[in-house]
């Protein structure tokens, strides 16, 4: 069965990698010999020996599945496509294909075109590959589906389709897409169902705070620490929309209790320091960011802030040292991007 939660991976598995042999277990009864080389890796070798297959009349089975398959995991989706195309005209009843080839697709871009191709194999063998019923839903997203898209995930997650559970989650799923407005009508939608939903208000705290809506992010996050008193990502992003709206001592009293509740988390730690400084008090921030530093000495920002904590209490040559540190990284990130 095709792994396809290849598709959604920031970086691609190497040849040597698991994936290959998933792809290809369908055709174990075929091409053997090739299956083995794809199987260790040798994507090359298995190549050359499917192009002598693909000039023979009439072709074997499997053979165009499986050379898209290699053009699949090398990244080069257009002939992959080609292939795929070749092989379900050669075999229509080729679910494989029909699902790989849909993928291919929504990496290409083509989420509208991708669509039909997963439904027909979703419908037949999505009860073995969870990854692609969430490309499904995914693509259904991108072409602004949206209840197509909510009754996938509800059932995935064993949630009733209406209810308000469903609605939040397909909030968190476009916010994660990028459709900040359709999330926050969806995570609103949540709210109508069931007033008391948990994160619901988070979510739409969130999506004020990236729009810097400092007020309605403090309205949305206040409601949430209501309802859900014990979590300390909720105290952070509150802490984080009172420093933004200059309510500095609210800040930090919040921050304090994300602190408590998430000791291992840098974030509150971060956000101290910079309300501190804000507050005139370096000495105090100097604690929080070194903390922070200590947990997680490649952050940058937290190297920027330990530089202006250090100057802030005369401590000129250790916030040089911090800001050549910090300039350093950023200078590392741009040579790698």
């Known amino acids: 069965m095709m792994l396809c939660v290849l598709a959604l991976a920031a970086t691609q598995s190497s040849p040597g990698q698991q994936p290959v042999a998933h792809l290809i277990a369908h055709d174990k009864q ?17 190549e050359v020996k499917l192009n002598e297959l693909s000039a023979q009349h009439p072709e074997p089975a499997g053979t165009e599945r499986l050379l898209g398959t290699i053009h699949y995991q090398r990244n080069n989706f257009a002939a992959a496509d080609a292939a795929l195309g070749r092989a379900i005209d050669q075999d229509n009843n080729d679910l494989d294909a029909v699902q790989l080839r849909g993928v291919t697709l929504y990496r290409m871009g083509k989420a509208a075109e991708a669509i039909p191709l997963l439904e027909r194999s979703n419908s037949a063998i999505a009860a073995a590959n969870s990854d692609s019923t969430y490309v499904l839903a995914v693509c259904y997203m ?16 064993k949630l009733a ?20 407005m359709e999330a926050a009508q969806m995570a609103e939608k949540a709210l109508l169902l069931d007033p008391r939903l948990p994160l619901a208000h988070l979510l739409l705290g969130q999506i004020a705070l990236s ?23 909720v105290y952070e992003r509150l802490g984080d929309a009172y420093l933004r709206a200059s309510r500095f001592e609210e800040a930090q009293q919040t921050l304090d209790c994300a602190v408590l509740l998430e000791p291992n ?73």
């Open 30 to 46: 075929q091409l053997p010999e090739i299956q083995q080389l794809l199987a260790h890796g040798q994507l090359k070798e298995a």
């Open 142 to 157: 991108d072409v602004h589906r949206y209840e197509d898209a909510r009754r996938i995930f509800a059932k995935q997650y």
């Open 161 to 180: 389709p209406s209810s308000a559970g469903a609605y939040l989650f397909l909030a968190r799923m476009l916010l994660r897409r990028n459709y900040p």
């Open 211 to 233: 729009k810097s809506e400092q007020d309605n992010a403090v309205i949305q996050l206040e409601a949430e620490r209501k309802i859900n008193p014990m979590d300390g990502e």
């Open 265 to 337: 988390a840098t974030g509150p730690y971060i956000l101290l320091g910079q309300v501190l400084l804000k507050r005139e008090d370096p000495a105090t921030a100097l604690n929080y960011l070194l903390r922070a530093e200590k947990m997680d000495p490649g952050n940058h920002l937290t190297h920027v802030l330990l530089g202006q904590a250090y100057r802030a209490a005369g401590r000129k040559e250790d916030a040089t040292r911090e800001y050549k540190t910090a300039e350093a990284m950023q200078n590392s990130t741009v040579d790698q991007n």
